[in-house]
C-alpha cells in the first residue's frame, strides 16, 4: 500500500514568550534535527471510512471515532478533512512517531498537528498553504494550551524563523548570520497551559506592573529582530540575559533552570535563558560554534536530560 509521509521540526522560542500572549512580539525558531512524523497508509480492506490511529510512545491504538470529540489528534485529522472538503477520509491507518519531548516548550504538540494535517493532505491528494496548516494547528492548540498566541503553530507549519505577532500575518524573519544554540532539557514536564495561567493570574492581580514587564520584553525583541536581521548574533546574549530576568519577574523561571542556566553560562556560554513556558522545560544557550560541545558537557554535569546543539540559519 503507498504510504503518505509528513514531518514537521521541532521548535524554541529564542525572545519573547508569555509577553506574546498579551499581544507583543516573540521570535521563535524551528529545530530541524528533532522531528514528528505521520504516516498514512491506505487500508482497502477495512470498513469503509475506518480511520485508526496508532501512537506507540503514547501507548495509543484506537479509531478515530472512539476518541473524545475533542481529543487533539481526532480533531486535527477532522478539521483537516474539513479544511479540504472531504466528508470522509477513505479507510487508512495514521501512524505518528515523535522524538520530540512532550511538555518540555520544544513545541511537540504543534509538531505532531502540522505533521498529521500535511500527511492527511497528501493523503487526499491535496497541499495545503502554511498559512492554512498554522490555522488548523493552532484549533487544536487550544485544547493543548487553553489560550495559545498561535507562536508554536506558526514556526512550525513555516519551518523558518519567524518574528511573530498574535493575530498578524505570518513574517518570516531573514537570518542575517547562522548562530548555534544549546538547548538543554531540565526533565522537568511543565505544562505551558499552567504557567500561561499563573501569568495571567499574577496579572490580573497587578496589571501595571505586569504590563511594564511585557512592554520591556517586548522592546527586547524588536533589538533581538535587528540583531538577527543584520548578522550581528553574539550581540543577542546580553538580550537572552535581560529576558531572562524579566522572566524570573515574571514568576516563570525556576531553580532548576536557574542552576543550569548558571551553569552554561561558567562553561562559556555567551547568554541564556528559559524558553517557551518556564518552571521546568527546555533552556536555550547561545555560543561560539568551538565551546557548543564543552557547554553540552557542562549541562550534561549540572543534570540536564537532554542536550541539542543547533544551528539557526
Ligand atoms: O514553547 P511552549 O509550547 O511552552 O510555548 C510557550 C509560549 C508561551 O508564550 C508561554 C505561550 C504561548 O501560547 O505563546
Redesign the pocket.
Known amino acids: 500500500m503507498p504510504a503518505f509521509t509528513a514531518q514537521a521540526p521541532a521548535?524554541?522560542?529564542l525572545f519573547?514568550?508569555?509577553?506574546?500572549?498579551y499581544g507583543r512580539p516573540?521570535i521563535a525558531v524551528p529545530v530541524i534535527s528533532l522531528r514528528a512524523r505521520a504516516i498514512v497508509r491506505a487500508e482497502p480492506r477495512a470498513p469503509h471510512g475506518q480511520v485508526r490511529l496508532l501512537a506507540p510512545a503514547v501507548e495509543l491504538d484506537a479509531l478515530l471515532d472512539e476518541l473524545a470529540e475533542d481529543h487533539p489528534l481526532r480533531r486535527v485529522v477532522e478539521l483537516t478533512a474539513e479544511e479540504l472538503g472531504a466528508a470522509y477520509l477513505p479507510a487508512c491507518q495514521i501512524s505518528i512517531q515523535s522524538e520530540i519531548p512532550p511538555a518540555?516548550?520544544?513545541?511537540s504538540?504543534?509538531a505532531v498537528s502540522v505533521a498529521i494535517i500535511r500527511a492527511v493532505a497528501a493523503y487526499l491528494g491535496k497541499s495545503l498553504s502554511d498559512e492554512t496548516v498554522s490555522k488548523i494547528a493552532y484549533e487544536v492548540?487550544k485544547i493543548y494550551?487553553g489560550?495559545?498566541?498561535?507562536?508554536?503553530n506558526t514556526v512550525i507549519a513555516l519551518q523558518k524563523a519567524v518574528f511573530f505577532v498574535r493575530g498578524q500575518p505570518i513574517q518570516p524573519l531573514r537570518v542575517g548570520r547562522p548562530f548555534t544554540l544549546v538547548i538543554a532539557d531540565s526533565g522537568i514536564p511543565?505544562p505551558?497551559a499552567a504557567?500561561?495561567a499563573d501569568?495571567r493570574v499574577a496579572w490580573q492581580q497587578d496589571p501595571a506592573r505586569f504590563e511594564a514587564l511585557f512592554d520591556q520584553i517586548g522592546a527586547i525583541v524588536l533589538q533581538a529582530r535587528a540583531l538577527i536581521e543584520k548578522g550581528q548574533p553574539d550581540q543577542l546574549a546580553e538580550l537572552m540575559n535581560r529576558n531572562q530576568s524579566l522572566l524570573q519577574e515574571l514568576g516563570?523561571s525556576s531553580p532548576v533552570l536557574e542552576h543550569l542556566i548558571d551553569a552554561a553560562r561558567h562553561a562559556g556560554a555567551l547568554g541564556a535563558k528559559l524558553?517557551?513556558?518556564?518552571r521546568g522545560?527546555n533552556l536555550i544557550a547561545l555560543v561560539n560554534s568551538s565551546d557548543a560541545s564543552i557547554v553540552a558537557q557542562a549541562l550534561k554535569e549540572a543534570s540536564a536530560r537532554g542536550v541539542i546543539v543547533t544551528t539557526v540559519g
Open positions: 521548535k524554541v522560542i519573547g514568550e508569555h509577553a506574546v500572549v516573540a518540555s516548550g520544544l513545541g504538540g504543534a492548540e494550551h489560550t495559545p498566541s498561535g507562536v508554536d511543565s505551558t504557567t500561561v501569568v516563570v524558553s517557551g513556558g518556564g522545560g
